[in-house]
């Protein structure tokens, strides 16, 4: 758990940084302590409830571990997680009160709900979207920030792996979510059996 903590909580410091710098400049400079609102949409219960809850507590990691940076940079940050519970429609829900009733400046989502509501914050060019998705999907606007590289990329780079290391046969195992089943079908099975690489896969339930 240590060797988790060093490796990923600099990633998750750097992102929230990037973030709050972000934000910043949508909710504009001003003297007075400028309050920034983060919802945080995630699959806090549910099939993918150990993705959201570990994600919870790296972005209040994140936050302890910033905190006497934003006082110094005069900055308020409010957090306001909403339950996704791994469905599209939920997050939906969960992103039009975030956004009507909370009136949040950033809008962090986890896969697999980022793709569907990517349309929602692209028509709220004031608000920061930071998708934690590989979902090619993702059209990057102005106001998106993905955080992860798309599945095509990651892809390429394991079968680009298979192929220098010179297996025969390989066994792939993958979360039932929509960007890992893509990704298995459509971008690491197709090449690899285009080498004569024989392919094994078994989907492994959250």
Known sequence: MKNLKKLFLPLLIAVFLSAIICATIFVGCKPEPKTIKIGAILPLTGSAAYFGTHYQNGVNLAFEETKEDLIKQNVKVQFLFEDSQNSDKTAISA???????????????????????????????NILHIAATMSPGITEPENTMRIYFNQEQEGMKIVEFCLKKGMRKVFIIHNPIKAQEVEVKEWIIPPLKEKNIEVLTEVLPF
């Open 95 to 125: 992103l039009n009160k975030l956004l009507t009733v909370d009136n949040v400046n950033i809008v962090i989502s986890l896969f697999p709900v980022s793709e569907a509501l990517n349309p929602v914050t692209t028509k709220n060019p």
